[in-house]
């Protein structure tokens, strides 16, 4: 009955030429016609047909953007960076340090994608920067591109790992397994620090078990270390030298103790075994 009233004033406004006045756009301030809709009647329109497509597409834009932001907020608080490393960017790499190794890991998490195959060993003495770099590269990835990265040092993965050992054997096996597969299937994985671990064949296992399976699903894997990869062959064994060996780009970091020069509390004056933490 409703509806039929209206129709009915609408006939009649059509009929009589009733037709609302024009509006002023709350936008530009041009004059807006009103619209006729059906069942409705003629409504009053607050923008014009230009100033309403841009109010759309900003609002879709925002909508967008706060999507953006949400994953990669996910993404970083799953991905094991925390604390310092939230510092840890290219831009806050310090400039007179930027090397060869800074340009190659630049281009690297430019590049990255779905077919990326390869990954790094970066090796060099403590504070060299092998951390950030790596940690930069997970930033980017995972901003820019909004793709999952873990980060992982090698001692919290082996306790993590021992964190499912249970009494109950069938329980304990199901759950390390789903961990260790959630190791080896991520888009990229780095292990940080590899090689500083109390050596054992159960740390060899499971070490060989995550950089295998990533092998054989071809997903890369970045890796930092104190050792060369002759050294890592001494304490890890053959198997996993060369499994790294031919999945990761070797690049020695070199120079000044990084963290120690990037100190602010640090003096040029000062022996380096004063220096205020």
């Not at 430019?110 to 504070?127: D, H, I, L, N, S």
């Not at 995550?210 to 002759?230: A, C, F, G, H, M």
């Not at 020695?252 to 509390?265: F, T, V, W």
């Amino acid at each position: 009955m409703l509806k039929l009233k209206a129709v009915i004033k609408i006939r009649e406004q059509e009929k009589s030429g009733e037709v609302p006045a024009s509006t002023s756009c709350k936008h530009c301030k041009k004059p807006v016609e009103p619209k006729l809709v059906p069942i409705i009647g003629w409504r009053k329109q607050e923008y014009c047909k230009e100033c309403l497509t841009t109010i759309l597409t900003e609002k879709e834009k925002e909508a967008q953007r706060k999507l953006r932001e949400e994953k990669i907020a996910r993404l970083i608080k799953g991905s094991g960076i925390r604390g310092i490393m939230h510092h840890m960017t290219f831009k806050s790499f310090e400039q007179r340090y930027r090397g060869v190794a800074y340009s190659t890991a630049k281009k690297y998490a430019e590049e990255f994608g779905p077919g990326t195959k390869y990954g790094f060993m970066f090796y060099g003495r403590a504070g060299s920067g092998k951390t950030h770099l790596a940690v930069a590269i997970a930033r980017y990835i995972i901003e820019e591109k909004q793709i999952l990265v873990r980060f992982v040092r090698i001692v919290d993965l082996l306790l993590d790992i021992r964190s499912t050992f249970n009494e109950n054997e069938s329980w304990r096996a199901e759950s390390e397994s789903e961990l260790l597969r959630k190791y080896a299937l991520t888009p990229l994985l780095i292990l940080d620090d590899i090689g500083s671990e109390k050596t054992t064949d159960w740390v060899r296992q499971v070490l060989y078990q995550i950089i295998d399976e990533r092998w054989i699903e071809q997903k890369p894997v970045i890796v930092t270390s104190n050792l060369t990869l002759e050294e890592l062959e001494e304490r890890l064994g053959e198997r996993i030298a060369s499994r790294i060996a031919g999945m990761a780009q070797l690049i020695q970091m070199q120079g000044h103790d990084y963290r120690i020069k990037n100190n602010p509390n640090y003096s040029k004056n000062r022996d380096i075994q004063d220096w205020k933490a």
